[in-house]
């Protein structure tokens, strides 16, 4: 059975503890995949921007272990998947920044990288810009 690693698991870290099945452990090296899943603000720390007016809300022992996961992991060569909050780390890590505070609707449409159109939520704030980072050049297809 395949493995899952949830970023930044431990205990003490709430917004995990829905996620209970045997198919998840708690051995970052055992895992065939990391999933980081959302939460507050990346801190602009890891992207090398200044907080623009204040509206980023972040936690920095979160961000300290988050980032320590998603580094081991890009180390162990470990697939990684990132929903809402750390999609965000996975633009930051890539060399990429965070666009601010965006003002954007609620609902609008994305097209996948096959071409299909989807539907989706968009209450975040803040969006990945991976605008200047180059295929194969810090992320990977």
Same mark, same amino acid.
């Given at each position: 059975?395949?493995? %899952?690693?949830?970023?930044?698991?431990?205990?003490?870290?709430?917004?995990? /503890?829905?996620?209970?099945?045997? =198919?998840? &452990?708690?051995?970052?090296?055992? +895992?065939?995949?990391?999933?980081?899943?959302?939460?507050?603000?990346?801190?602009? /720390?890891?992207?090398?921007?200044?907080?623009? !007016? /204040?509206?980023?809300?972040?936690?920095?022992?979160?961000?300290?272990?988050?980032?320590?996961?998603?580094?081991? +992991?890009?180390?162990? =060569?470990?697939? %990684?998947?990132? %929903?809402?909050?750390?999609?965000?780390?996975? +633009?930051?890590?890539? !060399? !990429?920044?965070?666009?601010?505070?965006?003002? *954007?609707?609620?609902?609008?449409?994305? &097209? &996948?990288?096959? !071409?299909?159109?989807?539907?989706?939520?968009? &209450? *975040?704030?803040?969006?990945?810009?991976?605008?200047?980072?180059?295929?194969?050049?810090?992320?990977?297809?």
């Amino acid at each position: 059975m395949r493995k %899952i690693y949830v970023v930044a698991s431990s205990s003490d870290c709430g917004y995990a /503890n829905w996620m209970q099945h045997d =198919g998840f &452990t708690k051995d970052i090296e055992k +895992a065939d995949l990391v999933l980081g899943l959302g939460g507050s603000d990346v801190s602009s /720390n890891y992207y090398g921007q200044p907080d623009k !007016g /204040n509206f980023l809300n972040n936690d920095s022992r979160l961000d300290e272990r988050e980032y320590a996961d998603f580094q081991k +992991a890009i180390k162990l =060569g470990k697939k %990684i998947i990132g %929903i809402c909050k750390s999609s965000q780390w996975g +633009a930051a890590l890539a !060399g !990429g920044s965070i666009f601010q505070h965006v003002n *954007h609707p609620f609902c609008h449409k994305i &097209t &996948t990288f096959d !071409g299909k159109v989807l539907l989706v939520n968009s &209450t *975040h704030h803040n969006m990945q810009n991976v605008l200047d980072l180059k295929e194969n050049e810090g992320f990977y297809k």
